[in-house]
């Protein structure tokens, strides 16, 4: 932009080369001479890097640092982390290989030790976040990004659902001359020297290849804008090393163990003479499949399965501007496919795959009515759907163990310090967002004032087989050595669930009034209010239930005393969501910014404010793994063939796997009974305090020095058991049926 400045009787001011970026509140100080408006001072540069006419702090990366600065994956999201404050926690925490239907790149960030789950994501402008997790859809390519920004202290009412802050990036556009670029970045095994330990040679081969075009189709009128970034990867992992029977053990023999170890028959504790024991039929079955050791002892080395990713990303945008109106929408297509692999040789190698996508539309609509009014519409669209399948060739049941399989048969087997065999499961993912939302600017003398609102509708079906298949361990030595559990048929612990249905849905509403004050030429004061209103997602079939103790439910009259039922047809003392919703989530924000010199270069601000982060879907999901419909039951000591049989239950599968909602007279509910999560009907959304001061001060024409404090206070702060494993309360309350009460809760923590 081009900043000119005059007044009858004197010089005029010209300043050329400033730019503008996303979010940016800019001041430039101008001095005018005694002269005439014909006289010039011409000034080529950009205003001074300090902030002194906002609150609101946070980095700014642009076009050319984009590009420049090295990025692991050429993942933009992953800038966040250069900010102050900020910590990449992704590998804390279950996401991408973890939970089904996420694609690579989705991570987890800390501000300012804040929730992981806190951080908003929006592209030009409008939502792009991935409502399972409360993390960011996978952007554009560096080469397509325009500008990365990120607010993480002192946000203004117009941004919610973020206590650690708000990243928003913005893709380029066209302008009247035609641009573009075309890049590969390769990284391939035959270039590098093989692991020393290593059977074979690195295999790895990754290429990412791409460009951009952008260009007018009305010169000053109309732009177009694309991209493309493909990825393919395939790799194998040269050395994979594990522990599995020797020949001897596999026929039941594990003298060799002795002196040391001397088994015992695991349900009666009789030792076996010279460690001989017997082998069950089932891991007959699976070991037939499984290398023999190939080093010393039980260790075996091979190579691991093929990995081959494809990730494709298309990127088409048009921008028009006439009079008043500009107007600006793009469309981001992004797919990601990992195949599963099979073979009988090695079970140890089977994997699974997934085929994700990912859609995004974004529309934004600026009106300028007049001077002082100025009116900011956007819609987003986000679109997510995928498929996990499994790699087992067959399920544990045709390696004769006794429990029923789901319609798409895998094994998960797990033997504590020696190997593990985990298929994948197969599941739909599918989750929709649409969102509109409005920002009314209206200027008065000193004042800039912002109010609008949002409205949000989600929609989450999944089917997932997850658990279906059961699941065994042999961890815990019960013989004396878990290789000859397994190779008896002890199991340590056996689980087994009826999967992960449901179909939520939401409605997100807010609104919010910001006043953005000029006191004066050095102090500017920002003060406003957000309503974010917590309402709860909703089930169709009304798979989901609440906790009342010594209260029976109408709905499934033979379920167990205390648990009730939510849905369209709920129980007394259970509402429909199985929470009630909270509508008095206000959010006043206050914040101030103090001009030190005249120069500018100099700067004080600080602010504090309240901020509420609205829960994940897997919080929501947890909840419907109740019985009658996906019930989860779990055992422990019991036999590898006939897990029900040896603890004395009934196999309530394949009867309640999810999807056969079960009608009130034929409701089943298996022994011992498990509930996974029940969530309190006064749930809340997480809500965080902040405070901040800051004092900024610039140095020559390129440094910025930065002293900053900040503070905040969580309170009705929750996560989950699988997201967040052992990031949960220390010493939990036991539930002991019968005896458990209020008043005894500290006496039953562990």
């Known amino acids: 932009y081009q900043l000119t400045v005059s007044a009858a009787g004197f010089g005029s001011y010209v300043q050329e080369g400033i730019t503008l970026t996303v979010n940016q509140v800019a ?35 642009n076009t050319q640092q984009v590009v420049s600065l090295p990025l692991n994956g050429r993942e933009v999201q992953s800038l966040l982390f250069i900010g102050a404050g900020t910590r990449n926690s992704t590998a804390n925490y279950c996401a991408y290989g973890c939970i089904g239907g996420v694609f690579p790149g989705e991570q987890y960030a800390k501000i300012n030790g804040t929730a992981s789950t806190g951080v908003t994501y929006l592209l ?30 002192s946000m203004t009412a117009e941004y919610g659902n973020a206590v650690g802050g708000v990243v928003n990036v913005v893709t380029k556009s066209g302008t009247n001359k035609i641009h573009g670029d075309a890049f590969e970045f390769i990284r391939n095994g035959d270039l ?85 024991v017997p082998v069950n039929a089932a891991a007959q079955k699976l070991l037939s499949a499984i290398p023999t050791p190939s080093g010393a002892g039980r260790q075996v080395t091979f190579a691991g399965s093929p990995q081959l990713q494809n990730e494709d990303e298309y990127l088409a945008k048009a921008d028009y501007q006439r009079n008043k109106s500009q107007f600006s929408v793009h469309y981001l297509y992004s797919t990601f496919n990992k195949p ?34 100025l009116f900011n519409t956007w819609y987003g669209l986000n679109d997510e759907s995928g498929q996990s399948v499994n790699g087992a060739p067959y399920g544990l049941d045709q390696a004769g163990v006794q ?22 499961y197969l599941g739909n993912f599918i ?57 008896i048929g002890q199991a340590t612990n056996f689980s087994h669930s009826g999967g992960i249905y449901y179909t939520f849905t939401q409605s997100r509403v807010s609104a919010f009034v910001q006043d953005n004050w000029k006191v004066n030429a050095r102090l500017v004061l920002q003060m406003g209010v957000r309503w974010d209103p917590f309402l709860p997602y909703y089930e169709s079939k009304g798979r989901i239930g609440c906790y009342e103790p010594g209260k029976q439910s109408i709905r499934y009259p033979t379920a167990p005393a205390g648990l009730l039922y939510g849905g369209n047809n709920h129980d007394p003392g259970c509402p429909n969501a199985s929470y009630n919703p909270n509508l008095s989530n206000l959010e006043p924000r206050f914040g101030f910014a103090y001009r030190v010199t005249p120069d500018g270069r100099m700067s004080v601000r600080g602010g504090a404010g309240l901020y509420y982060s609205l829960p994940y879907i897997v919080m929501m999901q947890d909840v419907t793994s109740i019985p009658p419909f996906a019930p989860s039951v779990s055992f422990t000591d019991v036999s590898f063939i006939n897990p029900y049989g040896s603890a004395g239950v009934t196999n309530p599968f394949p ?33 965080v305090g902040s405070w901040n001061l800051t004092l900024e001060k610039q140095l020559g024409a390129n440094w910025l020095f930065r002293l900053g404090y900040v503070g905040n206070k969580g309170t009705y702060l929750a996560g989950t058991g699988d997201v967040e494993q052992g990031k949960q309360e220390l010493n939990p309350a036991v539930y002991v049926p019968g005896k458990s009460t209020e008043a005894n809760t500290q006496q039953r923590r562990v």
């Open 655 to 687: 009867a309640q796997f999810g999807p056969n909602v079960t009608g009130s007279a034929t409701a089943q509910f298996p022994s011992p009974l498990a509930l996974p999560y029940i969530l309190a009907q006064n749930f809340r959304a997480a809500r």
């Open 27 to 61: 001041t430039q100080a101008v001095t005018l001479k005694m002269g005439s408006v014909a006289q010039q001072v011409e000034v080529v540069g950009t205003a001074p890097l300090i902030t002194t006419s906002s609150a609101t702090v946070g980095e700014l990366i």
């Open 340 to 373: 599963k692999f099979t073979t009988q040789a090695n079970l140890l190698q089977d994997s699974g795959g997934q085929a994700l996508r990912v859609q995004n539309v974004s529309g934004n609509y600026v009106y300028s009515a007049s001077q002082n009014l």
């Open 431 to 487: 989750r929709r967002t649409q969102q509109v939302q409005e920002n009314i600017t209206r200027v008065m003398g000193a004042h800039e004032l912002h109010f609008g609102g949002s409205y949000a509708y989600v929609s989450t079906p999944k089917q997932n087989q997850y658990g279906e298949g059961g699941s065994f361990g042999f961890t815990g030595n019960l013989s004396g050595d878990n290789v000859a559990d397994f190779i």
């Open 192 to 276: 590098n020297a093989k692991n020393y330990f290593a059977p074979t040679a690195d295999s790895l081969k990754r290429n990412q290849f791409g460009g951009t075009l952008g260009g007018p189709i009305l010169k000053n009128r109309l732009f177009y804008f694309g991209s493309y970034q493909g990825t393919r990867l395939s790799t194998a992992s040269s050395g994979v090393v594990t522990f599995v029977p020797t020949a001897a053990e596999r026929g039941g023999d594990f003298s060799d163990l002795l002196p040391q170890v001397q088994l015992v028959n695991p349900v009666s504790g009789a030792p076996y003479p010279n460690n001989k």
């Open 403 to 424: 429990i029923a399989e789901p319609s798409s048969p895998t094994m998960n087997v797990s033997v504590g310090g020696a190997f593990s065999i985990s298929a994948g």
């Open 124 to 153: 030009d402008g409008a939502d792009f976040n991935d409502l399972l997790l409360n993390t960011n859809l996978p952007f554009p390519n560096p080469d397509a990004t325009q500008e990365f920004n990120t607010q993480t202290l």
